[in-house]
């Protein structure tokens, strides 16, 4: 079973504009779509049309908006009771593929909920083969909570992702040295700011053909704990870096219809490869796969097996990296 955890769920509501976005102009939408989003909800979407066992943990009120949509669309899901409604997000798509998002900040989490929400993650552990905690805070929440649930899920016999950003990711990179998860998924911004670089030095350098600054970022998070660096940098490619090497993966030339949701699907990728047993390289083509396959798609749609195909993603070994001391 795949447990995932989504602290800050929403419905994801998308626009499709026939024409470019202009500020301060009235448009006319091609299309609207609403889907239950949150990083972690997308990754559970992903999964269980891949058929694997996967179970969402979220915080939301029995008679939601989302618990319907998840229910509608198959998804299995655990859901702790709030008294707030679960937030809105509103995403803008452009014919072009440009992608504008407007996200609420969520419910408020008290205490009591926050440690209900815990219990919940720590009671499926114990059957779990990975557990993916991913997303923004709500209100409530502090940042160190991430980098909490993962020192507690230590005793535990499952593997662990982690995909946040901002302080909470920095309070997370706080912690690798003494509980770091199996795997991070950062983008260029999220890993330029744990190395103290500039991310749009990092994807210039991988558009270039050159690695190296991506790379050498990702092995600064390993000497400081970090087990596993998954880097998506959109259509450059994504790089998968751990102790014994690293990997560049090339995506095909797409139509970009919408961005939304293809780092959860890169995430739900690699952790479907990575249950099916596959090796770091063929982890590494799985993840980008996805990601290409759910940017083709407009909305938050996320695509199913019948979309992939891994021939179309190249993987480039790039240099072996002698494990730590």
């Given at each position: 079973?795949?447990?995932?955890?989504?602290?800050?769920?929403?419905?994801?509501?998308?626009?499709?504009?026939?024409?470019?976005?202009?500020?301060?102009?009235?448009?006319?939408?091609?299309?609207?779509?609403?889907?239950?989003?949150?990083?972690?909800?997308?990754?559970?979407?992903?999964?269980?049309?891949?058929g694997?066992?996967?179970?969402?943990?979220?915080?939301?009120?029995?008679?939601?908006?989302?618990?319907?949509?998840?229910?509608s669309?198959?998804?299995?899901?655990?859901?702790?009771?709030?008294?707030?409604?679960?937030?809105?997000?509103?995403?803008?798509?452009?014919?072009?593929?440009?992608?504008?998002?407007?996200?609420?900040?969520?419910?408020?989490?008290?205490?009591?909920?926050?440690?209900?929400?815990?219990?919940?993650i720590?009671?499926?552990?114990?059957?779990?083969?990975?557990?993916?905690?991913?997303?923004?805070?709500?209100?409530?929440?502090?940042?160190?909570?991430?980098?909490?649930?993962?020192?507690?899920?230590?005793?535990?016999?499952?593997?662990?992702?982690?995909?946040?950003?901002?302080?909470?990711?920095?309070?997370?990179?706080?912690?690798?040295?003494?509980?770091?998860?199996?795997?991070?998924?950062?983008?260029?911004?999220?890993?330029?700011?744990l190395?103290?670089?500039?991310?749009?030095?990092?994807?210039?350098?991988?558009?270039?053909?050159?690695?190296?600054?991506?790379?050498?970022a990702?092995?600064?998070l390993?000497?400081?704990?970090?087990?596993?660096?998954?880097?998506?940098?959109?259509?450059?490619?994504?790089?998968?870096?751990?102790?014994?090497?690293?990997?560049?993966?090339?995506?095909?030339?797409?139509?970009?219809?919408?961005?939304?949701?293809?780092?959860?699907?890169?995430?739900?990728?690699?952790?479907?490869?990575?249950?099916?047993?596959?090796?770091?390289?063929?982890?590494?083509?799985?993840?980008?796969?996805?990601?290409?396959?759910?940017?083709?798609?407009?909305?938050?749609?996320?695509?199913?097996?019948?979309?992939?195909?891994?021939?179309?993603?190249?993987?480039?070994?790039i240099?072996?990296?002698?494990?730590?001391?």
């Amino acid at each position: 079973m795949i447990v995932t955890v989504t602290p800050n769920p929403s419905i994801d509501r998308t626009v499709t504009l026939p024409a470019p976005l202009v500020r301060g102009a009235v448009h006319r939408v091609q299309s609207v779509t609403n889907e239950p989003g949150g990083k972690g909800v997308n990754v559970a979407r992903a999964l269980t049309l891949a058929g694997l066992s996967t179970v969402a943990v979220l915080p939301a009120a029995q008679h939601d908006p989302i618990i319907t949509a998840l229910g509608s669309r198959g998804v299995p899901f655990y859901a702790v009771p709030i008294d707030g409604a679960v937030r809105t997000n509103l995403t803008i798509t452009e014919p072009d593929g440009t992608t504008t998002k407007i996200n609420e900040p969520g419910a408020v989490i008290d205490a009591p909920v926050l440690a209900a929400l815990t219990q919940a993650i720590l009671d499926r552990a114990a059957l779990a083969r990975w557990v993916v905690l991913s997303g923004s805070l709500p209100p409530g929440i502090p940042d160190s909570w991430y980098a909490d649930v993962v020192a507690q899920l230590q005793p535990y016999d499952c593997k662990v992702a982690v995909d946040t950003s901002d302080a909470p990711l920095a309070a997370l990179a706080a912690g690798f040295a003494t509980a770091a998860p199996d795997l991070i998924k950062p983008n260029a911004e999220e890993l330029a700011s744990l190395a103290g670089l500039d991310a749009q030095s990092l994807e210039d350098a991988l558009a270039q053909g050159n690695p190296d600054p991506v790379v050498d970022a990702a092995r600064q998070l390993l000497d400081r704990g970090a087990k596993t660096v998954l880097a998506t940098l959109g259509a450059a490619g994504a790089l998968l870096v751990n102790d014994t090497g690293s990997w560049l993966a090339t995506p095909p030339p797409i139509q970009t219809r919408s961005t939304v949701g293809a780092g959860d699907s890169s995430l739900a990728g690699y952790v479907r490869a990575d249950v099916g047993g596959a090796q770091a390289p063929q982890r590494l083509q799985m993840a980008v796969a996805y990601g290409s396959a759910a940017a083709a798609l407009p909305g938050s749609a996320l695509p199913s097996p019948a979309e992939i195909d891994l021939d179309d993603v190249a993987v480039t070994s790039i240099s072996p990296y002698p494990a730590r001391s």
